[in-house]
């Protein structure tokens, strides 16, 4: 990448990997067709994705894997939503005391 280049080597490599939509994708890809150093780029990271597809064989999760995520996913949520429950009712709290502020005699 050329030190006066506007476009980042993440943004090069979101391009490979098809994850820019529009015009950013638009942008960049332009950008790449005229560029020197983010053509090169690009062809390493396509290159690099293409050796490890091939040199790389799929494999199967372990049996009961995808049982024991959805259930420890689950148990996420659920504390997550508890803890959401909690610092909801704590921010009402604190938004009742302030509209109905404690009276001194």
């Known amino acids: 990448m050329s030190e006066h280049c506007p ?3 993440e943004q090069v490599g979101c391009l490979v990997d098809g994850e820019l939509t529009g ?4 942008r960049v890809a332009a950008h790449v067709s005229v560029c020197e150093h983010c053509s090169a780029l690009a062809g390493r990271i396509l290159a690099g994705k293409r050796f490890l597809s091939a ?3 799929e ?15 689950d148990q996420k949520q659920i504390h997550g939503l508890r803890t959401n429950d909690i610092s909801s ?12 502020p404690p009276t001194t005699p």
């Open 23 to 26: 015009q950013e994708q638009r």
């Open 55 to 57: 040199s790389s064989p």
């Open 7 to 9: 476009i980042t080597e």
């Open 59 to 73: 494999v199967d999760p372990p049996a009961g894997s995808w049982d024991r995520l959805v259930v420890a996913l």
């Open 89 to 100: 009712t704590k921010a009402n709290l604190r938004i009742s005391r302030m509209d109905n």
